[in-house]
Nanobody, 121 residues
Framework: VQLQAFGGGLVQAGGSLRLSCAVSGRALSIYIMGWFRQAPGKEREFVAAFRWGGGTTYYADSVKGRFTISRDNAKNTVYLQMNSLRPEDTAVYYC???????????????WGQGTQVTVSS
C-alpha cells in the first residue's frame, strides 16, 4: 500500500481545510485507513480512522464533531474534512494504513508523507 497526503496549509481559527490521501495498492477493503498528527515536541497522536470496506468510524475525542473522515472509492482517496479549526490543531498530519485497527501510531505499517496544517489565532 502506498499513500500520499496533501492539502495542508495555513488557516485562521474557526476555518476549514480538507486533507486528501491518495491510496494505491491491492485489497484495500481489508485495510484500516487512519489519520494521525504530530505537533512539535509531542508524540504522534490518533485523529480518525475507518475500515476501507465499511464499518465503524473512529475519532479522537478532541476532534469529534469537527472532523470527518471519508473516502472516494472511485478515486482511491481518503479525506479528512476539518472544520472549526483551533490553534491546537496545528500539526503535521499523516495518513496511515494497516490491517489492524488501533489508536497507536506504532501499529500502522504504511504511512504517507506528512502535510503541515497551521491554524492561526
Amino acid at each position: 500500500v502506498q499513500l500520499q497526503a496533501f492539502g495542508g496549509g495555513l488557516v485562521q481559527a474557526g476555518g476549514s481545510l480538507r486533507l486528501s490521501c491518495a491510496v494505491s495498492g491491492r485489497a484495500l477493503s481489508i485495510y484500516i485507513m487512519g489519520w494521525f498528527r504530530q505537533a512539535p515536541g509531542k508524540e504522534r497522536e490518533f485523529v480518525a480512522a475507518f475500515r476501507w470496506g465499511g464499518g465503524t468510524t473512529y475519532y479522537a475525542d478532541s476532534v469529534k464533531g469537527r472532523f470527518t473522515i471519508s473516502r472516494d472509492n472511485a478515486k482511491n482517496t481518503v479525506y479528512l474534512q476539518m472544520n472549526s479549526l483551533r490553534p491546537e490543531d496545528t500539526a503535521v498530519y499523516y495518513c496511515a494504513a494497516d490491517r489492524t485497527y488501533s489508536r497507536s501510531f506504532t501499529t500502522y505499517q504504511y504511512w504517507g508523507q506528512g502535510t503541515q496544517v497551521t491554524v492561526s489565532s
